[in-house]
């Protein structure tokens, strides 16, 4: 007997109830299925080539249907875009390359009536340097009080010229760019932990608290349901500016507290927030992007006076075995379960290689991976990871395109790439491109139907059979696989919120555990192995044979099982 994904349910007309049941719903972002939308690459509505907040609006039936719960939008303000939209020159104006405000209001409002929450990225670690503040800082010279926004500090060396101290940027090169002062000479150095065109605010000069909480209550006026929190371990740095003390410092990220990322003085400003936040009605919820060095301090940032969610790196780093995911799984359940917030499980974002690329390489080649490896054996793995992720207790990411088991596009020309990580040495891979091709929607047209004039990084010959026309309907597509996941998730009481799982016996390179009366099994191995039959099966990400109380699972291939 197999057990394949059921079609695509019909496409519902909006109900009158739709947007009650968004402002209704207590607790929804415990056990939500969040999708990320990359708005350059998900959908253009005017042929330009690329993605817009219309675009978006128009395929929020398609999110609907799908079965997640609310929808993350990447930044989409104004911007020079030197990092993809992530250095903000307004944060209450949409840039004109994604539309206007009005757009921005008529996504929120068709998003509510479906039934669909919106988060929007908010990027509080640095500005553009075009933001009105740094422009301001550079005109009026050392010593005004526009420069005590920003990190700026006289250099080293006889002359001022050498950094401040020896911060390295996370895209290469040192975290520090000197300026040209009014009169022309060389003057002084501003910290930018991330590229020179972003520069850090100084989080210790009230202004910068001041402008954020008004930015905060200008969207949540506008109706956000809550807000991703870019580069959330960041914002504070440790007293006076320490050197570090060593090179290669990307190294040593994830890996111990450094003096510019996790410093305990980022929980006040999350606690400030969060008294804004829960003025609002509808459960409005808070997401951490914080990298730390362990899952237990992740969990200070979800504590029940902060923030609601944090990405759970740890998960998404981890290999495809059985004894890695079980160890990670079970740390972070320990170390949320004491301040009472849902772990949050992810495999891909706009940031790495997708995991259908991940999982088709060696485990130790990292999370940004320029080898296609083995396609088939990634998509597998990839499938089966999916209804391992959506088992687990707590809250689920899913990243745009990874519902059509899409790969990483490895082997774009270097005349395309646009990632600013490829330009700097020395610092990240700089092949995030890869990840952020914008998604095939149909077999035909210039961009297989994101748009109707191309598509700003080129997409690959072969996904017109990847696309949403092309799988949708069809038995055992990804697509398919995904959406009766999420409609089974739903279905299943004893699925989504919780924090504990119950780990039954199972041959080695075997993952098992019960909730409930749900029973899901994982085989991380190659081979086939043969388990109980744990009552009436679900769902299953590749076919499954039951005989005399038994069940035969396929190598990379998971099952879900009711006893009720």
């Known amino acids: 007997m197999s057990q394949q994904p059921s079609a695509a349910p019909a496409p519902t007309s909006v109900t009158s109830s739709a947007t009650a049941i968004v402002a209704e719903r207590r607790d929804w972002w415990r056990d939500a299925v969040i999708y990320q939308v990359y708005p350059r690459s998900f959908a253009d509505s005017n042929g330009d080539g690329m993605g817009d907040l219309e675009g978006v609006r128009t395929r929020l039936p398609y999110l609907r249907d799908l079965g997640v719960d609310a929808v993350w939008l990447s930044p989409f303000y104004a911007s020079p875009q030197a990092d993809a939209g992530y250095d903000v020159a307004d944060y209450r104006a949409v840039d004109p390359m994604f539309g206007s405000l009005l757009d921005a209001d008529a996504l929120i409002r068709d998003a509510h009536g479906l039934g669909l929450r919106i988060i929007v990225d908010l990027v509080p670690n640095h500005s553009s340097d075009q933001y009105e503040w740094f422009r301001r800082a550079l005109a009026e010279g050392p010593g005004s009080p526009s420069r005590d926004r920003y990190h700026f500090r006289p250099g080293k060396g006889k002359n001022g010229e050498l950094p401040p101290n020896d911060w390295e940027s996370i895209f290469g090169g040192p975290a520090w760019t000197r300026v040209t002062e009014p009169d022309g000479t060389p003057g002084e150095w501003y910290l930018h932990l991330f590229a020179p065109e972003q520069p850090d605010f100084n ?58 990322f996790d410093q305990d ?25 914080a990298w730390t060095p362990t899952v237990e301090r992740t969990a200070n940032y979800v504590r029940p006076d902060e923030l609601h969610q944090a990405f759970n790196f740890q998960y998404l780093g981890t290999h495809w075995d059985a004894e890695e995911l079980r160890t990670v799984i079970d740390r972070t359940l320990d170390a949320m379960r004491p301040v009472g917030a849902p772990a949050t499980w992810v495999l891909s974002n706009h ?7 991940r999982f088709a ?13 083995d396609r088939a054996l990634g998509l597998r793995r990839a499938r089966a990871a999916t209804l391992l992720m959506l088992a687990l207790p707590g809250s689920a990411y899913v990243y745009q395109g990874e519902e059509l088991g899409l790969p990483d596009v490895v082997d774009l020309p270097d005349e395309v790439r646009q990632d600013p990580a490829y330009f700097r040495g020395a610092g990240q891979d700089g092949f995030r491109d ?6 095939p929607w149909t077999r035909a047209g210039t961009s297989y139907g994101f748009g109707a004039g191309g598509s700003w990084l080129p997409q690959p010959a072969g996904w017109a059979e990847l696309s949403v026309e092309a799988q949708t309907g069809e038995p055992g597509s ?20 919780g924090d504990a799982v119950e780990w039954l016996r199972a041959p080695e390179g075997v993952l098992a555990f019960r ?27 590749d076919e499954v044979t039951e005989a005399d109380g038994e069940t035969k699972v396929p190598g990379d291939t998971t099952v879900w099982w009711t006893t009720a």
Request: proline content about 5%.
């Open 203 to 260: 989080w210790e000069h009230p202004a910068v608290g001041d402008e954020f909480r008004s930015i905060l209550r200008f969207w949540l006026d506008m109706g956000v349901d809550g807000f991703r929190i870019d580069v959330a371990h960041g914002m504070v740095k440790a007293e006076g500016l320490p050197d570090l003390g060593s090179h290669e410092q990307l190294k040593l990220l994830g890996n111990d507290v450094m003096p510019f």
């Open 265 to 289: 003085g980022v929980h006040e400003i999350y606690r400030q927030w969060r008294r804004i936040l829960d003025e609002y009605s509808g459960e409005r919820i808070f997401v951490a992007e």
């Open 351 to 357: 940031d790495v290689t997708r995991h259908a690329t």
């Open 361 to 373: 390489n060696p485990p130790g080649l990292g999370t940004q991976i320029r080898l296609a490896g």
């Open 434 to 439: 890869g990840c952020r091709v914008p998604i």
């Open 478 to 497: 990804t697509l398919e696989l995904y959406r009766a996941a999420l409609a089974t998730r739903r279905d299943q009481p004893d699925l989504g919120a």
């Open 515 to 541: 909730r409930g009366d749900f029973v899901c099994v994982a085989n991380t191995t190659g081979e086939s192995v043969t388990v109980p039959a744990h009552g009436r099966v679900l769902l299953s990400s």
